[in-house]
């Protein structure tokens, strides 16, 4: 996956500022060249995810992956691409984060990070995180080459 759409959150929020220097960091760490117009505003809600990914799909606006700043977002874009006709994770990688409760339950299962302090935003740009946890975070995988 190289194009890589981000949606942020709230501008000012610090969790959203601390997402988005996670996605740029990973994109560089993985040789990916940032794209400003792969970054629009997600807002950290379920409907206006859905409406900016809509405007995207319909803008023709070529991505094979989200990364929604939250899983509300996250829910959004996946209305907006099963509208769409576009399958996750086969046509676009979905990751949403703060471990929404019904993520699990959802169909294909949703993969959500989870939120410390000390990590909050960067969890993409850090495999020293992969020794923590015992495994490379589902999230991260958008970005593997």
């Known amino acids: 996956r190289r194009r890589i759409l ?7 929020q610090q969790d959203s500022v601390e997402r988005e220097r ?12 940032f794209d400003p117009a792969l970054v629009l505003a997600g807002g950290f809600e379920r409907a206006v995810a859905r409406a900016v990914t809509e405007q995207a799909l319909k803008d023709g606006l070529q991505f094979d992956a989200v990364f ?7 829910v959004g874009v996946k209305g907006a691409l099963d509208a769409a006709g576009r399958r996750t994770p086969a046509d676009v990688a979905l990751v949403g984060f703060d471990d929404l409760a019904d993520g699990p339950r959802a169909h294909p299962k949703a993969h959500c990070c989870f ?7 960067i969890i ?17 995988s958008p970005v593997r080459r």
């Not at 996670?22 to 060249?33: D, K, P």
């Not at 939120?115 to 935003?121: A, E, P």
């Open 68 to 74: 929604a700043g939250d899983d509300e977002a996250a």
């Open 22 to 33: 996670g996605y740029t960091r990973a994109l560089q760490a993985h040789g990916i060249e």
């Open 115 to 121: 939120s410390l302090t000390t990590t909050s935003g």
């Open 6 to 12: 981000f949606l942020r959150g709230v501008e000012a």
């Open 124 to 140: 993409l740009g850090f495999p020293k995180l992969s020794r923590t946890f015992g495994q490379i975070p589902t999230c991260y």
